[in-house]
Nanobody, 127 residues
Framework: QVQLVESGGGLVQAGGSLGLSCAAS????????MGWFRQAPGKEREFVAA????????DYADSVKGRFTISRDNAKNTVYLQMNSLKFEDTAVYFC????????????????????WGQGTQVTVSS
């Protein structure tokens, strides 16, 4: 079982930066591939970024590629999302999620493949 708690959301002007953190419980955090997703009002939850258990592999949605960076510190049981050059359309509730250790990397973009979720943190970008 993994429990996830996001932090770092808030209000920022377009073009600004914001960093999100996701603290995980459990001694086996280092074995879980992790992802960030977001959900805007009236829209489906969408993939933002993913990172393999070791941190060696990362992936991003096209809409955030070059602007967002996912990273993890397994010693601190924490995954991060650094968001730069924020746009109004980045406004959403951001969720971190954990896959099972055995999950194939090819499943990284599918919300259904993440059994563990945080409560979400609001990111609002003003235009």
């Amino acid at each position: 079982q993994v429990q996830l708690v996001e932090s770092g959301g808030g209000l920022v002007q377009a073009g600004g930066s914001l960093g999100l953190s996701c603290a995980a419980s459990g001694r086996t955090f280092s074995s879980y591939p992790m992802g960030w997703f977001r959900q805007a009002p009236g829209k489906e939850r969408e993939f933002v970024a993913a990172i393999s258990w070791s941190g060696a592999s990362t992936d991003y949605a096209d809409s955030v590629k070059g602007r967002f960076t996912i990273s993890r510190d397994n010693a601190k049981n924490t995954v991060y999302l650094q968001m730069n050059s924020l746009k109004f359309e980045d406004t959403a509730v951001y969720f971190c999620a954990a896959q099972l250790p055995s999950s194939p990397w090819s499943f990284r973009t599918a919300p259904a493949m993440y059994p563990y979720w945080g409560q979400g943190t609001q990111v609002t970008v003003s235009s």
